[in-house]
C-alpha cells in the first residue's frame, strides 16, 4: 500500500508542477503580449483560464482523496501540505497572468510610456523568482530559495518607483492617468506573484524540514 | 518532556537467553499523559512494556539490566513486593480475557485479592470502575450475567474496568484494540482519552493513525533500540530521524 500511495504522491507532485508552469507560462506571455503589444497573444492566455481552474478544482480533490485514504505522516503529509499551497499559489499567478492579458488588449492600441518604465525588468525578477520557487519544489532543493527575502525587496522597491514615476506621467499630462493607472496595476500583480513565490519557497522549506519560516 | 515522570528507564537491555530484545533504552514517562511505543514487529515494545510491571520475570531465562523506576522507586529492588507493582501498573492485553464469572465478579475479584470484603464498598468499586471505563450504562442491569456473553469491545472495557478497581497509577495496554471492530476501537479510544486525566497510559500499538489519535507521546523502537521519542505531533509531522521518518511513511516495516 505505501508503495502505491508513494506513487500517487509522486503524480499528484508532477500534475501540481504541470498547473504550475502553466501559472507560469499565463503570467510570462501576458507580459510578452503587454511589451510588444501583441492583443492575439493577450487573447491566448485569457482563454486558458478555465483550464487552470479546472486543474485547480482536480488537484485539490486528488490531495484530499491521498488524505483520506492513506493519512500520510511526516514528509509525506508536509508535501501533501505544500502541494496544496502551490496549486492555489499557481492559480493565483495564472490569474493575475490573465489580468495582466486583459490589461495588454487595453494597452495595445497606442505606444506605451517610457517603454513600460520599468515593468519589463520588475517582470524578469518576479517570473524569476516563480521559476526558481517551482524549481525548488521539484527538486527539493532549498538552496534556491535562500535569498528570496532580498530578491522581494527589489521587487517590492519597483513597484513603489513605478508607482512614483506612474504618478509623475499622471501629473505631466491627464491624459496618461488611464494607460499609467494600468501600469501601476500591474506593478502590483508582479508584486503579488513575487510574494507567492514566497509563500510557495515558505512552504517548500517545510516540505524539506519540517521547520516554518517565514520571507519577510 | 517537561512534566514530572512516573516512569524512567535507564540504559535498559533485556536478554531471552542469547538474544538480546532490548538495548540502552532510556527514557521517561510523564505523569498523566498517554505514550505510545510504535515499532515494526519484534522491535522490543511488548518486551519494553512489560518490563514496566515486571511481567517479563515470569519468563525463564530472562535477564534484565539497567534501572526501572516508578514514583523514583527502582522496581528491581530487592524487596519489591511484586504483587504491588501490578497494582500499580496494570495491564490490558491484546485479546480480551475476562474470567469465566459474572461482570461483577471480573471487576470486584482485584480489589477482594487486595483485601476489600465489605459489599458495600465492592459495589461502590464495581459501579465506579465499570463508569469509568464507559460500560456501566451497557451492563447495569445483567451484573451477574457471565463475562462471556458480552462483546469484544465490552469484554475490552471490563478488562479495562478490572485494571482500573484496584486503583493504579499506570495502565499498561498492548494492542487493545487490535481484536476489535473500528466503532469497538474508538470507544476504548475515547476511554484512552479520559483515562489520562487519573492515570498514566502507555500503549503499544501497530496502528500509527491509533498512535498519532491518542498519544501525546510516542516513542519509536526499532531492533531493540528507542530510536525517537519526543511529543506525538513532532513525531509524526517531522520526526528528527530519518529511521522514524522511513518507517511512519511506510517505506519499511
Redesign the interface.
Known amino acids: 500500500?505505501?508503495e502505491k500511495?508513494?506513487t500517487e504522491l509522486k503524480n499528484l507532485k508532477t500534475e501540481t508542477l504541470e498547473m504550475a508552469h502553466l501559472g507560469r507560462f499565463m503570467l510570462r506571455t501576458a507580459v510578452d503580449a503587454l511589451i510588444r503589444q501583441d492583443p492575439d497573444l493577450a487573447e491566448s492566455v485569457i482563454v486558458r483560464k478555465g483550464e487552470i481552474h479546472d486543474l485547480e478544482v482536480r488537484l485539490e480533490e486528488h490531495c484530499y482523496h491521498l488524505i483520506a485514504l492513506y493519512?500520510?505522516?511526516?514528509?509525506?503529509?508536509?508535501a501533501i501540505a505544500c502541494t496544496l499551497k502551490m496549486i492555489s499559489a499557481s492559480l493565483r499567478i495564472g490569474r493575475y497572468g490573465k489580468v495582466i492579458a486583459k490589461i495588454a488588449k487595453e494597452l495595445a492600441d497606442r505606444p506605451h510610456i517610457a517603454n513600460l518604465m520599468s515593468i519589463p525588468h520588475m517582470a524578469d525578477l518576479a517570473i524569476d523568482m516563480v521559476d526558481d520557487a517551482i524549481t525548488a519544489y521539484e527538486s527539493d532543493d532549498i538552496n534556491l530559495i535562500k535569498d528570496f527575502s532580498a530578491r522581494d525587496d527589489t521587487v517590492d522597491a519597483l513597484r513603489h518607483s513605478i508607482f512614483r514615476e506612474g504618478i509623475t506621467y499622471m501629473m505631466e499630462d491627464p491624459k496618461n492617468i488611464s494607460r499609467c493607472t494600468h501600469y501601476i496595476m500591474v506593478a502590483r500583480y508582479l508584486e503579488r506573484c513575487a510574494d507567492h513565490a514566497c509563500k510557495i519557497a515558505e512552504n517548500v522549506h517545510y516540505m524539506e524540514?519540517?521547520?516554518r519560516i517565514e520571507i519577510k | 518532556m517537561s512534566e514530572s515522570a512516573i516512569i524512567t528507564t535507564n540504559n535498559v537491555n533485556l536478554w531471552y537467553n542469547e538474544k538480546r530484545a532490548l538495548e540502552a533504552v532510556s527514557m521517561k514517562i510523564p505523569k498523566n499523559t498517554v505514550t505510545a511505543l510504535i515499532g515494526p514487529s519484534g522491535c522490543g515494545k511488548s518486551t519494553l512494556l512489560r518490563c514496566f510491571n515486571r511481567l517479563n520475570d515470569l519468563i525463564d531465562h530472562v535477564k534484565i539490566t539497567g534501572e526501572i523506576t516508578l514514583d523514583n522507586k527502582n522496581i528491581h529492588t530487592p524487596g519489591t513486593d511484586v504483587v504491588l507493582l501490578r497494582k500499580k501498573v496494570g495491564m490490558v492485553f491484546q485479546k480480551p480475557n475476562p474470567f469465566p464469572k459474572s461482570i461483577y465478579e471480573n471487576v470486584a475479584y482485584g480489589p477482594r485479592v487486595h483485601g476489600v470484603k465489605d459489599k458495600a464498598d465492592l459495589d461502590r468499586i464495581v459501579e465506579q470502575s465499570l463508569r469509568h471505563a464507559a460500560l456501566w450504562d451497557e451492563v447495569k442491569d445483567r451484573l451477574n450475567d457471565s463475562a462471556l456473553g458480552l462483546s469484544g469491545g465490552q469484554q475490552q472495557r471490563l478488562c479495562i474496568a478490572r485494571t482500573l478497581a484496584v486503583e493504579p497509577e499506570v495502565i499498561l495496554m498492548d494492542e487493545p484494540c487490535s481484536a476489535l471492530d473500528p466503532i469497538a476501537t474508538a470507544k476504548i479510544e475515547n476511554l484512552i482519552d479520559l483515562l489520562k486525566k487519573d492515570y498514566t497510559v502507555i500503549i503499544v500499538t501497530h496502528n500509527m493513525q491509533q498512535a498519532a489519535r491518542v498519544s501525546e507521546y510516542t516513542g519509536f523502537m526499532y531492533l531493540g533500540k528507542l530510536i525517537e521519542c519526543g511529543k506525538t505531533v513532532q513525531i509524526f509531522e517531522h520526526p528528527r530521524e530519518e529511521l522514524t521518518e522511513n518507517y511512519i511513511t511506510g517505506r519499511f516495516g
Open positions: 500500500m505505501a500511495f508513494h493519512q500520510p505522516m511526516a514528509k509525506d503529509m508536509r524540514t519540517g521547520e
